[in-house]
């Protein structure tokens, strides 16, 4: 009676072994389970997708971009230049590039018995290597702003007010200058007084160096002329950067007189250098 007794508990030992150990496993599958869905959970967010590239993908051939019209206006021959050398002369000279599709120029050169100018136009195409930090578009107005920091020009903003007038200090009215008195006599015996200093005359207006509007995207004008020397005439040299979406382009304009005390005005010199930018923003624009 008693093996008998033995035998039939040891089956229903084995029967509750196998239950606990099947109750485990299904608590560890539950377990496991869960973790795996917190953990999806944590992941699931989705990334921010990267900027799109920039407009530009390639640039044009600079040698080519400038209209030959153009040219002649900025660059005048020398009436006696043979027909031979004015061919070179407005074909330019391309700047050497190691990437064609990246930084990309040209330059030209004409001499005559009155001055020398110098002209040379550069495009350069910005990518961000990381545009899911910032874009093409992105990258290349900081390029510009650093470049517009070395020209030590302002960033374009408002205008500042005078000091409690609330008035912008374009507008800010000013006063009527007072009548000029009649002209009299000299008294016996005094100098008659030195006729007036005649107004320069507008070729001769300093226009400076600025931020310009309307050109491209942004866009500023460098004008620097060299200090007055006894021997050495004078040179005037407008630059001109503007901005079209993830291209910046340069415009290079210089005009040297061949005699001293001869001064290349400002307005024409920087009208010609705006004149081309504009064309060229015409031209990224087809």
Same mark, same amino acid.
């Given at each position: ?46 990334? $921010? ?32 230049? #043979? #027909? ?9 000279? $391309? ?72 008035? #912008? ?13 009649? #002209? ?19 070729? $001769? ?82």
């Amino acid at each position: 009676m008693q093996r008998k007794a033995v035998r039939e508990f040891l089956p229903g030992i084995a029967m509750l072994t196998a239950l606990a150990a099947g109750l485990a496993g299904l608590t560890g599958c539950t377990s496991g389970g869960q973790t795996g869905a917190a953990t999806d959970n944590k992941a699931g967010g989705k990334a $921010a997708a990267p900027a799109q590239p920039g407009k530009y993908r390639s640039l044009p051939a600079p040698c080519k971009a400038v209209d030959g019209k153009r040219l002649k206006g900025m660059l005048p021959a020398a009436e006696n230049l #043979p #027909p031979e050398q004015r061919g070179p002369l407005y074909a330019g000279t $391309a700047d050497a590039s190691y990437d064609g599709d990246r930084h990309v120029g040209c330059r030209w050169t004409a001499q005559s018995a009155e001055e020398t100018r110098l002209l040379s136009v550069g495009f350069e195409r910005v990518v961000s290597y990381d545009r899911g930090a910032a874009s093409d578009d992105d990258k290349a107005r900081q390029v510009f702003v650093a470049r517009l920091t070395d020209a030590h020009l302002p960033f374009p903003g408002p205008i500042p007010t005078p000091s409690g007038t609330g008035v #912008p200090a374009a507008t800010t009215p000013t006063q009527a200058a007072p009548p000029p008195a009649s #002209p009299s006599a000299p008294a016996p015996g005094a100098t008659a007084p030195a006729p007036p200093t005649p107004s320069p005359s507008p070729s $001769a207006v300093e226009l400076g160096s600025r931020v310009l509007a309307g050109l491209g995207n942004e866009a500023f004008l460098d004008d620097k002329l060299s200090p007055a020397g006894a021997t050495a005439a004078q040179t005037r040299t407008v630059r001109i950067v503007f901005r079209t979406s993830n291209v910046l382009v340069t415009v290079e304009y210089s005009v040297q007189p061949s005699l001293p005390g001869v001064v290349p005005p400002s307005t024409e010199t920087q009208d010609r250098a705006r004149q081309l930018a504009q064309d060229l923003v015409e031209r990224f624009n087809e």
